[in-house]
């Protein structure tokens, strides 16, 4: 019994830090399954009425569609302003290139309590109220250091002697960075878009600061929250989840048959 | 799209090519014309700015001072792209997100060749690849790598095709079939090569003309027979095969024949191999041209006696003996191993001879 014990002590941990991890989504994922009405927190009966009627809730899918706009649009700038100062600093040698390696590193480590709270204090001061296009700006800024963390480090292992191949073998500097250099580099772009996607998708303390009186999938559940929150929400977030763990499966089973053409 | 490959043919021609990394000279005042149609190799050890050479000439890099001409096109400050010259960059630097087919279609396609497939088609068929075409890079092994490099370069055909250590990161048998390959293409397509390496064994194989470099500059130029028979500076003697190098005294040298003093012993040689006008010289002679025999044994013209053998290495082909003179230098003899060899063991007394015509005199100082 003992020795059964010892031998399977680390299975047994990794199960229980699984289950540790996960508890709160099952959660989640059970109660979006409940017959609760508008308050999900004692148990009342197994319903699909939830999963048929997502938008069933006041002003949720308003909320949900704000975050998506919201998302997208700052995805897509974040995307493209952070891979432009990655290349910039994973390829360019320039005055002051060491200190805007540590500026760009700041926002991620500065409170985002703090960054909401000045970020409102400028806008009352530059008298700009506050809504979704605030909320956009804000979001921009925290993404653009996660992008550029994620882009610099696909550029780094970039090999600069394919770029000198391709302008050996007639590439111009624009066909160079279109056939060679941008294909490389696309996973890391990739990846940095999800990544910040799911921050601005995700955030609630700076979006409540500077987010006025729009609404998003956060905020409208901690507002909810006060009186319940509508099981409506377990739905969205269930399917959230349930979307990003399709995205990484399919990822690792296109990525494994690559691999076995490969030998 | 400019396009130079119809216009610029004809020789290489560098011309007081100057490269400075800030207080670093990597190429020094360098002239040298290379014939169209030759295998041409740069030789040198790390360090001694060939790489930084055939990068001017391929264009990412540019002279600080001097020109480049191809015939009678000036491309000194020419774009990579728009010269009619290719690279096979050392660790091949293939295009890993593009199959091999489209790794060879690359440049014909960037000078908007609508219809590749035939020209690709052939050129893997020359570098017996052609099976390979829908595969990534990195499921090639080394050899095969290589090769694809090759036939990415030479498939534009350019009129010029520069080699950058191709096959550095090759094991040794793969390395010689390679080098008899790439010997086979250039002959084949009749393209110029230039071929940069700090491997003396490749370069003497493989190009018609070497460059020797040393320190941003050519210390010797010449066939591979003539640089190793006639090696005009100490560092070439010793860069190319290995050297007895031993201080001398020129007695006379007057007529064909010049005599010079080594520790007492009389050495002659022909004066033509003598390169230094100075009366200290340093003798040289190859350690296969000399003769090992026990003391006191019949000897040739030119003799040396009072050697220990201080070690013997078997080699297969040859056998190599380390010899210590009573100068305590160290002179090193091989012996083919063709049943004459004699029967020397170490700690004997030996006596050293050759013939005359293969001794070479050197300036002592350079």
Same mark, same amino acid.
């Given at each position: 019994?003992?020795?059964?014990?010892?031998?399977?002590?680390?299975?047994?941990?990794?199960?229980? +830090?699984?289950?540790?991890?996960?508890?709160?989504?099952? @959660?989640?994922?059970?109660?979006?399954?409940?017959?609760?009405?508008?308050?999900?927190?004692?148990?009342?009966?197994?319903?699909?009425?939830?999963?048929?009627?997502?938008?069933?809730?006041?002003?949720?899918?308003? +909320?949900?569609?704000?975050?998506?706009?919201?998302?997208?649009?700052?995805?897509?700038?974040?995307?493209?302003?952070?891979?432009?100062?990655?290349?910039?600093?994973?390829? @360019?040698?320039?005055?002051?290139?060491?200190?805007?390696?540590?500026?760009?590193?700041?926002?991620?480590?500065?409170?985002?309590?703090?960054?909401?709270?000045?970020?409102?204090?400028?806008?009352?001061?530059?008298?700009?109220?506050?809504?979704?296009?605030?909320?956009?700006? +804000?979001?921009?800024?925290?993404?653009?250091?996660?992008?550029?963390?994620?882009?610099?480090?696909?550029? +780094?292992?970039?090999?600069?002697?394919?770029?000198?191949?391709?302008?050996?073998? @007639?590439?111009?500097?624009?066909?160079?960075?279109?056939?060679?250099?941008?294909?490389?580099?696309?996973?890391?772009? &990739?990846?940095?878009?999800?990544?910040?996607?799911?921050?601005?998708?995700?955030?609630?303390?700076?979006?409540?600061?500077?987010?006025?009186?729009?609404?998003?999938?956060?905020?409208?559940?901690?507002?909810?929250?006060?009186?319940?929150?509508? &099981?409506?929400?377990?739905?969205?977030?269930? &399917?959230?989840?349930?979307?990003?763990?399709?995205?990484?499966?399919?990822?690792?089973?296109?990525?494994?048959?690559?691999?076995?053409?490969?030998? | 799209?400019?396009?130079?490959?119809?216009?610029?043919?004809?020789?290489?021609?560098?011309?007081?090519?100057?490269?400075?990394?800030?207080?670093?000279?990597?190429?020094?005042?360098?002239?040298?014309?290379?014939?169209?149609?030759?295998?041409?190799?740069?030789?040198?050890?790390?360090?001694?700015?060939?790489?930084?050479?055939?990068?001017?000439?391929?264009?990412?890099?540019?002279?600080?001072?001097?020109?480049?001409? %191809?015939?009678?096109?000036?491309?000194?400050?020419?774009?990579?792209?728009?010269?009619?010259?290719?690279?096979?960059?050392?660790?091949?630097?293939?295009?890993?997100?593009?199959?091999?087919?489209?790794?060879?279609?690359?440049?014909?396609?960037?000078?908007?060749?609508?219809?590749?497939?035939?020209?690709?088609?052939?050129?893997?068929?020359?570098?017996?690849?052609?099976?390979?075409?829908?595969?990534?890079?990195?499921?090639?092994?080394?050899?095969?790598?290589?090769? %694809?490099?090759?036939?990415?370069? %030479?498939?534009?055909?350019?009129?010029?095709?520069?080699?950058?250590?191709?096959?550095?990161?090759?094991?040794?048998?793969?390395?010689?079939?390679?080098?008899?390959?790439?010997?086979?293409?250039?002959?084949?397509?009749?393209?110029?090569?230039?071929?940069?390496?700090?491997?003396?064994?490749?370069?003497?194989?493989?190009?018609?003309?070497?460059?020797?470099?040393?320190?941003?500059?050519?210390?010797?130029?010449?066939?591979?027979?003539?640089?190793?028979?006639?090696?005009?500076?100490?560092?070439?003697?010793?860069?190319?095969?290995?050297?007895?190098?031993?201080?001398?005294?020129?007695?006379?040298?007057?007529?064909?024949?010049?005599?010079?003093?080594?520790?007492?012993?009389?050495?002659?040689?022909?004066?033509?191999?003598?390169?230094?006008?100075?009366?200290?010289?340093?003798?040289?002679?190859?350690?296969?041209?000399?003769?090992?025999?026990?003391?006191?044994?019949?000897?040739?013209?030119?003799?040396?006696?009072?050697?220990?053998?201080?070690? %013997?290495?078997?080699?297969?082909?040859?056998?190599?003996?380390?010899?210590?003179?009573?100068?305590?230098?160290?002179?090193?003899?091989?012996?083919?191993?063709?049943?004459?060899?004699?029967?020397?063991?170490?700690?004997?007394?030996?006596?050293?001879?050759?013939?005359?015509?293969?001794?070479?005199?050197?300036?002592?100082?350079?």
């Amino acid at each position: 019994m003992s020795r059964w014990f010892s031998r399977n002590l680390i299975r047994i941990y990794a199960v229980l +830090a699984l289950i540790y991890l996960f508890i709160p989504v099952g @959660y989640t994922m059970a109660f979006s399954f409940n017959d609760a009405g508008k308050r999900n927190i004692n148990w009342q009966g197994f319903t699909l009425d939830n999963w048929k009627n997502p938008c069933g809730a006041p002003d949720i899918c308003v +909320a949900l569609g704000n975050s998506l706009k919201i998302g997208f649009l700052s995805t897509l700038v974040a995307t493209i302003l952070g891979t432009m100062i990655a290349f910039a600093l994973g390829r @360019y040698k320039f005055r002051g290139r060491s200190s805007t390696n540590l500026l760009i590193f700041l926002p991620m480590a500065t409170p985002e309590i703090v960054m909401g709270a000045s970020l409102l204090a400028m806008f009352v001061n530059l008298n700009v109220n506050t809504g979704f296009w605030t909320t956009v700006i +804000a979001h921009i800024m925290f993404c653009i250091s996660f992008v550029v963390v994620t882009v610099k480090a696909r550029v +780094a292992s970039l090999d600069p002697k394919l770029e000198e191949a391709a302008r050996d073998l @007639y590439a111009n500097e624009y066909q160079t960075f279109r056939r060679v250099t941008f294909p490389l580099v696309l996973p890391g772009i &990739a990846a940095a878009a999800l990544l910040a996607f799911s921050l601005s998708f995700d955030d609630f303390i700076i979006t409540n600061f500077n987010s006025g009186t729009i609404t998003t999938f956060p905020k409208f559940v901690w507002i909810s929250s006060i009186r319940g929150v509508p &099981a409506q929400a377990n739905v969205i977030g269930t &399917a959230m989840f349930l979307i990003a763990l399709f995205i990484v499966i399919a990822g690792q089973l296109i990525g494994s048959a690559k691999a076995k053409r490969k030998s | 799209m400019v396009d130079l490959t119809s216009s610029a043919v004809g020789d290489l021609q560098l011309r007081n090519i100057t490269k400075r990394f800030a207080d670093f000279v990597a190429v020094d005042d360098l002239t040298l014309t290379i014939p169209k149609g030759s295998f041409f190799a740069l030789l040198g050890p790390s360090g001694c700015g060939k790489t930084t050479t055939l990068r001017m000439i391929a264009g990412l890099e540019e002279p600080t001072s001097g020109s480049i001409h %191809i015939g009678d096109t000036d491309i000194t400050h020419t774009k990579p792209y728009q010269r009619p010259v290719n690279t096979v960059f050392q660790n091949y630097a293939l295009f890993p997100h593009l199959t091999i087919f489209e790794n060879v279609a690359f440049g014909l396609r960037r000078r908007g060749m609508k219809d590749v497939d035939e020209a690709v088609t052939k050129v893997l068929a020359l570098v017996e690849l052609g099976h390979l075409k829908d595969r990534k890079p990195g499921q090639l092994s080394g050899g095969q790598q290589q090769r %694809i490099a090759v036939a990415r370069a %030479i498939v534009n055909r350019p009129a010029l095709l520069l080699l950058d250590e191709p096959l550095g990161a090759l094991d040794l048998k793969l390395r010689r079939q390679m080098q008899i390959e790439l010997k086979w293409i250039q002959t084949e397509v009749g393209i110029t090569f230039v071929h940069v390496t700090h491997d003396q064994e490749e370069a003497m194989t493989m190009a018609d003309t070497i460059a020797v470099m040393n320190k941003g500059k050519i210390e010797q130029m010449g066939s591979p027979v003539e640089l190793y028979e006639n090696p005009k500076t100490v560092f070439v003697a010793n860069f190319l095969g290995q050297s007895n190098l031993i201080e001398a005294t020129v007695q006379t040298n007057s007529g064909a024949e010049t005599s010079v003093d080594i520790h007492g012993s009389r050495i002659l040689l022909p004066s033509s191999r003598n390169t230094s006008s100075k009366s200290k010289v340093l003798v040289g002679v190859r350690p296969e041209k000399i003769n090992i025999q026990t003391e006191g044994s019949s000897a040739g013209k030119n003799s040396l006696s009072g050697g220990v053998v201080t070690d %013997i290495s078997f080699v297969g082909v040859s056998t190599q003996y380390q010899v210590e003179m009573p100068w305590k230098q160290e002179i090193m003899v091989f012996e083919q191993n063709d049943g004459g060899a004699p029967n020397i063991r170490k700690g004997d007394q030996v006596t050293l001879s050759w013939e005359p015509h293969f001794t070479f005199a050197l300036d002592s100082e350079s």
